[in-house]
């Protein structure tokens, strides 16, 4: 009996130490909170899917830990992601996995889950467009734009196939007096949104612009008409102001033309003298001056017998 009772102060000094310890750690080393951003990262997804997001957002979570353990914490020491292994294409809500050291206590959280959209990857083929940018002098004229390759293979999510037809090349003209060629980046022609969710292969295409001086030609205004006159009219005189409009163009495109056609008129309209204001038909390389003439008809009846 003696010999539990000397032991009895012993173990009674221990557990007042121990909770004088605790009660020291507490005060000296209390718990704290603090909120941490995390990137969340996506894990085993299949080479033939592709996440069709412009951004994943970052989730928040609050934590705890000892005072003195959270000065010591990186936020890198905290992983979050989603797993997405086994999901077919579309929009699934998957838990957010947040790994954390020992020691760290997670509190709470923004989001419990993450919605993802998957989509199945496509690879085609598509033609390359060149957009020319800028304004060339005026006696200067574009006779010949090209890309190469003159196609490219793109891939990403078969949802945006229907928008994934072509991609543009831009080449900026400005000013050029001579042919030129640069190095451009291909973008798709649906816009910048979707080229974030498509690669692009080649990631670079050459395009050049054969530029040419043009030249000028005079050349006779003829009326094209349509329809014909009420019976018992018919036109006594026509005139053409200017009768003659000078072109520009490469030697080539004026080689092809001897005269130029106004915008018909139709004859079915007429009844009585008139002043119309056409334009002229001439092929898009080709520009006229004037732009528009201007028709004098002169309608007179026809008497019996004549």
């Not at 020291?24 to 990137?39: C, G, I, K, T, Y």
């Not at 954390?100 to 199945?120: A, C, F, H, N, Y």
């Not at 530029?211 to 014909?228: N, P, W, Y």
């Amino acid at each position: 009996m003696a010999l539990n009772n000397s032991w009895l102060p012993k173990v009674l000094a221990l557990v007042a130490a121990i909770v004088l310890w605790i009660f020291v750690m507490n005060e000296q080393n209390p718990l704290a909170e603090r909120v941490v951003s995390l990137p969340i990262a996506v894990e085993s997804l299949d080479s033939d899917q592709q996440i069709v997001m412009n951004s994943i957002p970052n989730v928040q979570v609050k934590i705890r830990a000892p005072r003195l353990q959270l000065a010591e914490f990186s936020d890198n020491d905290l992983k979050a992601m989603v797993d997405v292994n086994g999901q077919v294409a579309g929009t699934h809500m998957i838990p957010i996995q947040i790994t954390t050291p020992r020691g760290i206590e997670i509190v709470e959280m923004s989001s419990s889950s993450l919605e993802i959209i998957l989509d199945d990857l496509i690879t085609r083929q598509v033609p390359v467009r060149v957009q020319v940018e800028g304004t060339l002098h005026a006696d200067f004229q574009i006779q010949e734009i090209q890309a190469s390759p003159v196609s490219v293979t793109i891939t990403g999510p078969a949802s945006e196939q229907e928008f994934a037809k072509e991609v543009l090349a831009s080449i900026s003209v400005n000013g050029a007096v001579d042919s030129i060629s640069a190095e451009a980046v291909p973008t798709l022609a649906g816009g910048g949104e979707l080229s974030s969710h498509w690669r692009i292969s080649p990631s670079k295409v050459a395009v050049s612009a054969t530029i040419m001086k043009k030249e000028s030609r005079d050349v006779a205004v003829e009326l094209q008409t349509s329809g014909s006159l009420p019976e018992g009219l018919r036109i006594a005189d026509i005139r053409i102001e200017p009768a003659e409009v000078n072109l520009r163009g490469s030697s080539t495109s004026l080689s092809r033309i001897d005269k130029v056609r106004t915008e018909p008129i139709n004859l079915n309209e007429i009844r009585t003298n008139g002043e119309w204001v056409k334009g002229l038909e001439l092929p898009a390389e080709v520009v006229g001056e004037p732009q528009k003439v201007k028709i004098v008809i002169q309608i007179e009846s026809v008497r019996a017998g004549n």
